[in-house]
């Protein structure tokens, strides 16, 4: 079965510090995005990314954040300067063409930021 | 405006017992799609079952049951005589057609299977 694909799966980091977490989607999505999860609390929607654009975004993903498609499979989240408040886990999905069909999560990458 | 409910924090039972979490959601959408997900302990979330807004059969797949209701604007989830393996938190989700392909997830249950 295809996986979207998440590396690393832990990353631990200095406040202030850059990151940037990557994802693999499923080879034929066209829609892909980017979600956070702080310990112990919902899922939250970051960004979509349709056309080698934002497509839409919510009010966390400030210009702190910026995502990338630098290649045909890569899809990365950065993080510019980083805060204790990123700490979370982060989950990369894609999804079909067709809307709602297919949407695929991958397996988080956990932020921890010391 | 989007908005998933689940009501319950926490739900303890034991072993063999059932139980039903509840989901209720707000939508501004006649086409939208909900989901269940689970997150076990190890963090991934975990796709169980994808239901689109115009498809109110409910649903079995061996001891799970969804019932969805769009009078009442529900999808609750029932694990049938439960194990301890089930103990996980579950999620609810919401995905609107005509309102971007993001999905708003309800704040989850925890629920422990008690052997």
Not at chain 2, 50 to 59: A, C, I, K, L
Request: proline share 4%; with cysteine; net charge negative.
């Amino acid at each position: 079965e295809p996986e979207v694909t998440q590396t690393p799966s832990h990353q631990v980091t200095q406040m202030g510090q850059e990151v940037i977490l990557r994802c693999v989607p499923i080879s034929n999505h066209l829609y892909f995005y980017w979600y956070r999860q702080i310990l112990g609390q919902k899922v939250e929607f970051l960004v979509s990314f349709y056309n080698n654009e934002i497509s839409e975004k919510s009010e966390i993903f400030d210009d702190q954040f910026s995502v990338e498609r630098p290649d045909g499979s890569n899809f990365t989240l950065k993080i510019r300067s980083t805060k204790l408040e990123d700490s979370a886990m982060y989950f990369c999905a894609s999804s079909e063409p067709i809307r709602g069909r297919g949407y695929t999560f991958g397996s988080g990458t956990r932020l921890t930021v010391v | 405006a989007q908005k998933v409910t689940q009501a319950q924090t926490e739900i303890s039972v034991v072993e063999k017992e059932d139980v039903t979490l509840d989901c209720v959601y707000e939508t501004r959408d006649t086409t939208y799609y909900l989901f269940w997900y689970k997150q076990p302990p190890s963090g991934e979330l975990v796709f169980l079952i994808r239901r689109n807004s115009f498809d109110e059969q409910n649903e079995i797949s061996g001891r799970y049951s969804w019932n969805f209701q769009k009078s009442t604007s529900s999808f609750n989830f029932t694990i049938t005589a439960s194990q301890v393996v089930v103990s996980a938190v579950y999620f609810c989700a919401l995905s609107e057609e005509n309102y971007g392909q993001n999905f708003v997830f309800g704040p989850g249950t925890r629920l422990s299977v008690l052997p």
